[in-house]
């Protein structure tokens, strides 16, 4: 057990050891934390590992700017620290993925996994993996995969405010430009996806907005309140654009002081969308003559139709 946390502290191999795991994570045969950097005491990574009766452990973490990672760790290895090392990944026995594992350590390898990668994917879904390395094979029931990678994602949106010991006289490194430059580029990556991921939303609510405020456009009801009344018959839909626009707002500002004033801030922006859309459709409905309250006639429906309603 000792060996398992040992290894899941420095799977990031950072410039110095990780404390913990804080909280815990356990999903199937899945078990970790979180971790916090010794030298500054802030989150460094969340990490499970699960160990084999070969004797392997096989770890798989995330940091912060949601790099993963995939290890495999084993006491009786006696590896050459800072070399690499050729594995072949067999997933379910159809699948084969070439990947350069890094030596961190005598028994610990590590192999980078890019989000959206076919690697993450493979391990994601798979049952079976089986690791081979010049003549030896292991091989591993992926039970929980599934399950065990978003619980690692939501570990890391829960501990963004976790701060860990500070070990006495551990030397402060400053970060060079170049640790600087790699930290901006993976935020502009994470935040470029969570725009997408919020376009989607935007698009869905919308979608609801213009059903559930239809009936109330070309009243004297003013825009905000059309917006207001629409969007609680679309809370769940609102709640998701609210919650993606918070990770948007802290990813543009890094970890923030105050959580209540970024929600604040992210249901203000939701409610001006929803305001603006309803602004916008009410204009163009004016447009083709129909005015507040005074509806257009409605038309006999025909047979087998059903009204439109949308903004």
Known sequence: MRAAIVALSCLLSLPAAAAGPFGKIAVGNWSGGTFTNDQSGAFSHCAVSAR??????MLTSVTAQFSWLLGFSKPEWKLRTGETLKLRLVFD??????VTANIKSPTLVTIAMPAQST?????????????VANDARYTFALTSTGEMLPALVECVKQSANVRGPVSPGAPVRAQTPEATEKERAARAEKKALLE????????KMLACIGREGAPMLLTDEKAEVV????MLFCKGDVDALTHATIEIIETEDGRPTNRNAVREAAEKRVQEVVTAHVIRTRGEMIGKGQRPGN???????EPGSRPSQSL
Do not use: H, M, W
Not at 196 to 203: A, G
Not at 227 to 230: C, L, T, V, W
């Open 52 to 57: 084999y009766k070969s004797g392997v452990t």
């Open 93 to 98: 026995r159809s699948s084969t993925i070439e």
């Open 119 to 131: 690697l993450i994917n493979a391990f994601r879904q798979g049952r079976y993996l089986e690791l």
């Open 227 to 230: 917006a207001k009344a629409a």
């Open 295 to 301: 509806p257009a006639p409605s038309r006999p429906a």
């Open 196 to 203: 997408k991921t919020r376009d989607l939303i935007r698009s």
